[in-house]
């Protein structure tokens, strides 16, 4: 899930350089050039590692996200248990709270969920959970949509709201809103057949969420867009620390997605999976 971006070269300025830690104020500071405000809903990817070194690790990070965004906005990230294995004989089930988020994804989801989150999205595969004053109405009913991603989740909604999607240290392959524009495809290759009753738990109650759920046979490039979400002012590029950061306008984002998906509703798949 996380795939890694090439770390941006060192830049001048004692604090910035190669070994030196970097300050909360200072991934303060590079989080409000990529255009990130007081009131924004943001759903965060990032690989921490590539940040750099950070007085008081982690949960630094974190705080300056907090920082930047709230009151008034919410900070979201994913809660995924994406095995890719689950099927109808084999449901999945996750408690949304106390299981640990997969590792694939990272020290940051795991670290917000232990300590930050205060609101959790249910669905059995591609939770999402969050912190602010949005974050309730944002993760609200994911289990009545019907899909992991699509119209009515929590990664659809945060587009619908005019939010953003910020990528640190990651590319496109690890956007799950991505998934909110194929899942809208007819006879959508991302999904599966038929829906599955997944069981989530919350608060110690179980709850059966019926859901179709990702098949993950397919190859993808999702990069290939990139060139036109600059284009058109959807992505603005900088760095957070060391590590490259995208900043997506989430509707925007989703709007040239869907158009490209409705001129080839293959336009992402890799050869091979044509």
Not at 130 to 144: F, S, V
Not at 264 to 270: A, I, Q
Request: proline share 5%.
């Amino acid at each position: 899930i996380v795939r890694e971006l090439g770390a941006q070269p060192a830049r001048r300025g004692g604090a910035e350089r190669r070994g030196v830690a970097l300050t909360r104020q200072q991934i303060v500071a590079d989080l409000k050039a990529l255009g990130l405000r007081r009131g924004d809903c943001v759903v965060v990817h990032a690989a921490y590692k590539r940040i750099g070194c950070v007085d008081g690790g982690a949960c630094s990070v974190i705080d300056a996200l907090v920082e930047v965004i709230l009151p008034g906005g919410a900070l979201l990230l994913p809660n995924l248990n994406i095995p890719h294995e689950f099927t109808a004989a084999n449901p999945p089930r996750v408690d949304v709270k106390k299981d640990p988020v997969r590792k694939m994804i990272g020290i940051l989801p795991e670290l917000f969920k232990m300590e930050y989150a205060t609101h959790f999205s249910l669905h059995p595969t591609h939770s999402m959970m969050g912190m602010g004053e949005k974050a309730g109405d944002l993760l609200r009913d994911h289990e009545k949509a019907g899909v992991p991603c699509g119209p009515g989740t929590p990664w659809e909604k945060n587009a619908r709201a005019g939010g953003r999607v910020l990528l640190i240290g990651v590319d496109q392959k690890c956007n799950t809103t991505y998934h909110s524009a194929e899942e809208e495809l007819p006879d959508s290759y991302q999904l599966s057949r038929a829906p599955i009753d997944g069981i989530v738990v919350v608060d110690g109650r179980e709850v059966v969420v019926r859901s179709k759920l990702h098949v993950w046979t397919n190859h993808a490039d999702f990069n290939i867009i990139n060139p036109e979400l600059e284009a058109r002012g959807h992505a603005r590029i900088g760095s957070v620390g060391m590590a490259r950061a995208l900043c997506l306008d989430a509707a925007g984002f989703l709007e040239v997605c869907r158009e490209k998906l409705k001129c080839d509703g293959r336009y992402f798949l890799s050869a091979a999976s044509r």
